[in-house]
């Protein structure tokens, strides 16, 4: 699962600045109201964080990446003994990886390595002068994106946006799990090795997914009412890292939920990008809306483009209005 749980001061990143308790993001000197309402859910810390599961810590490098590469180059690789299922494999993966070689099938981007984050988020990696890795600016196409690791030994990148690319590559692990071996799915492009890196202190925090569309943002408690039939009612509230949870309709969240995931915004459009408890489908089947928000921020209606839990969701099937709470 992809989630992360935060503690400390009431106060994240987001893809726009520094997001404050009461839903305020906070750019320099001036402050954008994003719709926000005083509700725990607009913080970080909210009352139904510590219910979320505990941020997975990457695995550190016990080979140097010179060594790492050059045993890879003789190791075939293998899947763990627990491969074949489809259940989360990120504790596999999160972190920092080094490129082995020139070729990658990662990307047509020019980069070091990637980055993959505790959230579910992964970044292409630049080398600086002193050659540290450091990650690729997020304002290039293409450079920043989220992922499932998969039990079956699938991993699936997803470029950020709606439209944004989305392809599968296949892992093996070598080196006494010093090196991971991607494989593409596609026949002409070749295979290549990363050899585990020392991670940042900051687990892929500092990559978060975007949270808002420019006006407005899902930071809060919203409720889905009964009469639309294709959305079961329900009681749903979102923080500012891009987890949410959710419980029937007038659920006290903080007590207590029966869904739980992660989400993201964008101009136009909402995407729930991880859940679980939300209907027959498991944890990794991702769902698209355009998000249409009323002139106050107080409403916003989703209307479904894709998803990959086709009719099995139950939650937020069709098009569904959430209404914030006062």
């Known amino acids: 699962m992809i989630f992360a749980r935060a503690v400390g001061a009431c106060v994240a990143f987001s893809s726009v600045g520094l997001v404050g308790c009461g839903g ?10 994003l719709g926000g309402d005083a509700d725990a ?3 970080p810390t909210a009352c139904w964080a510590a219910r979320l599961p505990a941020e997975v810590q990457p695995i550190r490098p016990t080979l140097s990446t010179v060594t790492a590469c050059e045993a890879a180059s003789v190791d075939p690789g293998s899947n763990p003994s627990n491969w074949g299922s489809d259940d989360d494999a990120r504790a596999l993966l999160v972190g920092r990886w080094t490129n082995c070689g020139s070729s990658s099938p990662l990307s047509a981007l020019e980069h ?8 579910g988020r992964w970044r292409l990696l630049d080398l600086d002068a002193s050659a540290a890795s450091i990650p690729k600016s997020s304002a290039v196409p293409g450079a920043t994106g989220r992922y499932f690791a998969l039990a079956s030994g699938q991993l699936d990148l997803l470029d950020d946006g709606i439209e944004g690319r989305r392809r599968a590559l296949f892992l093996r692990f070598a080196a006494n799990m010093n090196v991971v071996r991607m494989e593409p799915g596609e026949a002409l492009q070749r295979p290549a090795n ?3 890196a020392e991670p940042s202190p900051l687990n892929g925090r500092d990559n978060p997914p975007s949270l808002t569309d420019g ?8 409720d889905v009412t009964a009469h639309e039939a294709t959305a079961p009612a329900a009681t749903l509230a979102f923080d500012a890292l891009g987890n949410f949870v959710g419980g029937p309709l007038g659920t006290d969240l903080c007590a207590s ?8 915004l964008f101009p136009g459009f909402f995407a729930l990008t991880t859940n679980i408890g939300m209907g027959q489908c498991h944890w990794w089947y991702d769902a698209a809306y355009p998000a249409t928000f009323d002139a106050t921020c107080g409403s916003v209606t989703l209307v479904q483009a894709y998803d990959n839990c086709t009719g099995g969701r139950g939650y937020l099937n069709g098009q569904t209005t959430l209404t914030r709470r006062r």
């Open 194 to 196: 990363f050899a585990r």
């Open 257 to 264: 939920n029966t869904m739980y995931g992660t989400y993201s």
């Open 41 to 43: 859910a607009a913080s």
């Open 24 to 33: 305020d993001v906070h750019a320099g000197p001036t402050t954008t109201r």
């Open 112 to 119: 070091a390595g990637i980055e993959f984050g505790a959230n």
């Open 215 to 222: 006006t407005c943002s899902m930071v809060g408690t919203w």
